[in-house]
């Protein structure tokens, strides 16, 4: 996982380092416990039972990746495997999940993308996923995750090279984005069946994200083959598209 992405939480630990670097997140998360303050709309939850619910979704966090490659989610099969879906959705003091699920191609399907699109934590203001290379994963996983987005200031998704992708997952995830968002990155990067009617949906969408500061939106790769630093810089894209979706070079 490239550094700039920003995620705390990583799917592999480095040989030699596996439990300091679990301590150090653990620490981290626990940290962040201790110092919680509920916002408005957020439930009051005693100190020990929040540093409970921390710690139990943390370990579920570090331990997703592992319980998907050897299919220990439960897919509703019962309870007799692993609950990591549980603690991490029963968390209702957790402010951000970041999770990477890159290059898990032959594991990370759209099933698991559905459980972990239903166990988000309610009161997450802070989403950052990658599931960078996953090539099976096809617009279902859109729709999941636009079926249950949180009211998120903050969302990061990437799916480069997820070559299954349409139009028709990217107009739902569009359409779904919540009005509170401030920061949104989408990484589309390599996706070969995007085109530019997915771009119209979240363009449109834009008018309603009164309080979104940041945008960047990687396309290089797609059928449009382009990246956009801003959303000065998709509306200007979206404004030069014909009827048929094709932009017009200036001139």
């Known amino acids: 996982m490239s550094r700039d992405m920003g995620l705390d939480i990583v799917t592999t630990i480095p040989t030699g380092q596996g439990k300091e670097a679990e301590k150090r997140l653990l620490s981290q998360d626990l940290n962040a416990a201790e110092k919680f303050e509920p916002g408005p709309g957020k439930p009051h939850v005693p100190n020990e039972l929040r540093a409970n619910m921390t710690l139990h979704s943390t370990l579920a966090i570090l331990a997703w990746p592992q319980a998907m490659n050897r299919d220990q989610l ?97 107009k739902a995830l569009a359409e779904s984005l919540p009005e509170t968002l401030a920061e949104l990155e989408l990484h589309f990067v390599g996706c070969v069946r995007l085109n530019s009617s997915g771009l119209e949906a979240l363009s449109n969408k834009l008018q309603s994200l009164q309080s979104l500061r940041v945008l960047k939106v990687t396309y290089a790769g797609t059928r449009v083959n382009r990246n956009f630093g801003s959303k000065t810089e998709l509306r200007a894209f979206v404004r030069k598209l014909d009827v048929n979706g094709t932009y017009q070079q200036d001139g």
Request: aromatic residues 6%.
């Open 74 to 170: 439960k897919y509703g099969k019962g309870d007799d495997r692993l609950d990591v879906e549980g603690a991490l959705q029963s968390d209702v003091t957790r402010d951000s999940v970041e999770l990477s699920l890159a290059h898990f191609e032959k594991t990370c399907v759209d099933a698991g993308v559905k459980v972990l699109a239903e166990c988000l934590p309610p009161n997450i203001s802070s989403l950052k996923l990658s599931f960078e290379g996953c090539y099976q994963l096809t617009d279902a996983s859109l729709h999941a995750l636009a079926s249950h987005l949180p009211k998120l200031r903050t969302l990061y998704l990437d799916f480069v090279g997820c070559e299954n992708l349409t139009d028709v997952g990217m």
